[in-house]
């Protein structure tokens, strides 16, 4: 039981602070449950987040259900996903009871001009961290790059290139053991 | 009891066809709460919630569920559906990917298909980072500023959620 309320209260706090969309998430689901709770590691945290794309709905309902149920099963995948939904419900409630003139708030507005660039940062910011975690190889680097301008430069969705780069590396394997290679994906 | 069903099932269909997640369901739920068949919301309405969503937490299908579900049915109960409605279908699909991925990821064709995965998904990362690079965010020096100080304060590994609140206190004082 002590273990459920701990993983909802660390979703809780992921949900206060995810300003600005869902990948504003990552950095602070790296913190509070890669660092802090280990409950996955950063190599399960970069598939955790393969998976949660491929899924229909919110990225963080997603991933905080695959790290709820990864630690404790079903209770715990429900636990993650109450305490990442309560934070946004309870203050858009409280939103829409009360504040209408809200967004116009000469102080909200300018708490958030400071904000903005501070989110780009954190997300930016673990980018290398987390390529030496996966133990990411010389092609890879290159394979990140092309598929980061796809998205940012070329507009294609991010879903279609999930699928396309498991792929590659599924033919690609496929032909190094048919070779008699061994795979690359074998080595690490 | 006809509207509860009507948001409850509106947002379902919202969470199972959602694919991408925060605004690429824009669309999808705009033809649910502004589009023919319902009109819960008229276009300003929706663009407001829009913008609200972007200076509170959380995914903004689920902002947009509590909101539409308040303002419609007028009492919570209307917010609960529409949001359980939402949330429920990830909920289940997700449970059953997390379920094979745990059961099959030391598969040799799993694992094949992740080594490119990976790399990929750092790409996703990056190109969310530099998709936010842009006018909305970034206004002035200040703002150049204050993402340079946040990125040094992150690899020096401060946690996230002080950054946030010292950045929106550093906001308040310069641009008061």
């Given at each position: 039981?002590?273990?459920?309320?701990?993983?909802?209260?660390?979703?809780?706090?992921?949900?206060?602070?995810?300003?600005?969309?869902?990948?504003?998430?990552?950095?602070?689901?790296?913190?509070?449950?890669?660092?802090?709770?280990?409950?996955?590691?950063?190599?399960?945290?970069?598939?955790?987040?393969?998976?949660?794309?491929?899924?229909?709905?919110?990225?963080?309902?997603?991933?905080?259900?695959?790290?709820?149920?990864?630690?404790?099963?079903?209770?715990?995948?429900?636990?993650?996903?109450?305490?990442?939904?309560?934070?946004?419900?309870?203050?858009?409630?409280?939103?829409?009871?009360?504040?209408?003139?809200?967004?116009?708030?000469?102080?909200?507005?300018?708490?958030?001009?400071?904000?903005?660039?501070?989110?780009?940062?954190?997300?930016?910011?673990?980018?290398?961290?987390?390529?030496?975690?996966?133990?990411?190889?010389?092609?890879?680097?290159?394979?990140?790059?092309?598929?980061?301008?796809?998205?940012?430069?070329?507009?294609?969705?991010?879903?279609?290139?999930?699928?396309?780069?498991?792929?590659?590396?599924?033919?690609?394997?496929?032909?190094?053991?048919?070779?008699?290679?061994?795979?690359?994906a074998t080595?690490? | 009891?006809?509207?509860?069903?009507?948001?409850?099932?509106?947002?379902?269909?919202?969470?199972?066809?959602?694919?991408?997640?925060?605004?690429?369901?824009?669309?999808?739920?705009?033809?649910?709460?502004?589009?023919?068949?319902?009109?819960?919301?008229?276009?300003?309405?929706?663009?407001?919630?829009?913008?609200?969503?972007?200076?509170?937490?959380?995914?903004?299908?689920?902002?947009?569920?509590?909101?539409?579900?308040?303002?419609?049915?007028?009492?919570?109960?209307?917010?609960?559906?529409?949001?359980?409605?939402?949330?429920?279908?990830?909920?289940?699909?997700?449970?059953?990917?997390?379920?094979?991925?745990?059961?099959?990821?030391?598969n040799q064709y799993?694992e094949m298909?992740?080594?490119?995965?990976?790399?990929?998904?750092?790409?996703?990362?990056?190109?969310?980072?530099?998709?936010?690079?842009?006018?909305?965010?970034?206004?002035?020096?200040?703002?150049?500023?204050?993402?340079?100080?946040?990125?040094?304060?992150?690899?020096?590994?401060?946690?996230?959620?002080?950054?946030?609140?010292?950045?929106?206190?550093?906001?308040?004082?310069?641009?008061?």
């Amino acid at each position: 039981m002590r273990e459920l309320w701990q993983i909802f209260l660390s979703f809780f706090r992921i949900g206060m602070f995810t300003l600005g969309g869902g990948y504003a998430m990552l950095p602070l689901i790296q913190c509070e449950v890669v660092e802090k709770r280990q409950w996955v590691d950063n190599r399960e945290f970069i598939e955790l987040l393969a998976l949660a794309q491929t899924a229909p709905g919110p990225m963080a309902i997603n991933a905080a259900v695959f790290v709820g149920y990864k630690h404790r099963g079903i209770a715990g995948s429900l636990a993650a996903c109450l305490g990442m939904t309560l934070p946004s419900f309870l203050i858009i409630l409280i939103i829409a009871m009360y504040l209408v003139g809200f967004r116009e708030n000469h102080y909200v507005e300018c708490f958030f001009k400071g904000v903005r660039p501070a989110v780009v940062a954190l997300i930016a910011a673990p980018l290398y961290a987390l390529g030496k975690a996966i133990k990411i190889r010389w092609w890879g680097v290159p394979l990140t790059a092309l598929i980061a301008a796809a998205i940012a430069f070329a507009g294609i969705s991010p879903a279609i290139l999930v699928v396309a780069a498991s792929l590659i590396g599924l033919f690609g394997g496929m032909l190094q053991k048919k070779r008699g290679e061994k795979p690359d994906a074998t080595v690490s | 009891m006809q509207l509860y069903l009507e948001l409850f099932f509106s947002f379902f269909k919202i969470g199972l066809f959602g694919f991408g997640g925060g605004y690429a369901m824009l669309p999808l739920i705009q033809h649910e709460v502004v589009g023919a068949h319902h009109q819960w919301l008229n276009m300003v309405d929706f663009t407001d919630i829009v913008a609200i969503s972007q200076i509170t937490p959380g995914p903004v299908a689920i902002n947009m569920a509590t909101y539409v579900g308040y303002t419609v049915s007028g009492n919570i109960w209307g917010s609960m559906l529409a949001t359980l409605g939402v949330t429920l279908p990830p909920l289940l699909i997700m449970l059953i990917i997390s379920r094979f991925y745990l059961k099959f990821r030391k598969n040799q064709y799993v694992e094949m298909a992740f080594s490119t995965l990976r790399p990929g998904i750092l790409g996703l990362i990056a190109a969310a980072a530099i998709s936010l690079v842009n006018s909305y965010n970034f206004i002035d020096k200040t703002s150049g500023l204050i993402f340079a100080t946040v990125f040094v304060a992150c690899l020096y590994r401060i946690h996230p959620m002080k950054l946030i609140i010292a950045s929106g206190l550093a906001g308040l004082i310069i641009y008061r």
